[in-house]
């Protein structure tokens, strides 16, 4: 039973443009949302996180989206670089148990 | 952040040999480690859950007696995959879960394992 739904699979965008990977869950006693970035061969990296008391969170180029009511949110990356390219996981957690999303491979063209 | 290693990065072996792999929270104390496994373009699949002093928690389909986790103190981890076949080739990660605030979960940089 897959609790967290992760889309697209694939994305590409253009140099300058905004990227944008969107999750779903189910579980309304999630209480952690973070992202994760992985580059091939090496461990994913945490990015950005947000708590369902909070509806966007920024950091830089990366924003966190968060719709409680909808049990959705997403993550935004604004000109978005072909250093960016990468695969990005969604999670959400219950008191530290943590469930993924099956992944997002960005790729971002120069 | 939090700094957890993983050694080696690559390793391998020949069929019917056992592996070991380390997992170390270098600034943190880690009560709660995780061993998961990655195929290729495919998300994170967690392999087991591991408490310090305490037995490791597999997930199911996972055979706790060909991947021994051993989980000795706050910082160290280990898996060792035991009679490695073909079949064990894969990427495997480990992550540890900062004890202070029990929610962050930072990664290893990953084992890849090749078993000829």
């Known amino acids: 039973q897959q609790q967290v739904k992760q889309s697209p699979q694939s994305l590409i965008v253009q140099k300058g443009g905004i990227s944008i990977i969107n999750c779903a869950y189910e579980?309304?006693?999630?209480?952690?949302f973070p992202w994760y970035q992985q580059f091939p061969g090496k461990g994913p990296a945490l990015l950005i996180a947000?708590?369902?008391?909070?509806s966007e969170k920024k950091e830089g180029r990366f924003t966190i989206s968060f719709n409680k009511s909808a049990k959705q949110f997403s993550l935004h990356i604004m000109d978005s670089q072909p250093g960016d390219s990468a695969t990005y996981f969604c999670?959400?957690?219950?008191?530290?148990?943590?469930?993924f999303g099956a992944g997002t491979r960005l790729t971002v063209k120069p | 952040g939090a700094v957890v290693s993983q050694h080696p990065s690559r390793v391998i072996c020949k069929s019917g040999t056992s592996v070991k792999i380390e997992c170390r929270s270098l600034?943190?104390?880690?009560?709660?480690m995780f061993w998961y496994r990655q195929f290729p373009k495919q998300s994170l699949m967690l392999m087991a859950t591991?408490?310090?002093?305490?037995?490791?928690?597999?997930e199911q389909g996972v055979e706790k007696d060909k991947f021994l986790i051993n989980h000795a103190s706050l910082t160290l981890s280990t898996l060792t995959v035991t009679s490695a076949h073909p079949e064990d080739s894969s990427f495997y990660i480990c992550?540890?879960?900062?004890?202070?605030?029990?929610?962050?979960?930072?990664f290893g940089s990953g084992t890849q394992l090749s078993v000829l």
């Open positions: 600034d943190f104390q880690a009560t709660t």
């Open positions: 999670a959400a957690s219950i008191s530290g148990d943590m469930r």
């Open positions: 591991s408490n310090e002093g305490s037995k490791a928690t597999y």
């Open positions: 947000i708590r369902p008391d909070v």
């Open positions: 579980n309304t006693a999630f209480d952690y």
């Open positions: 992550s540890a879960r900062d004890g202070v605030t029990n929610e962050k979960l930072f």
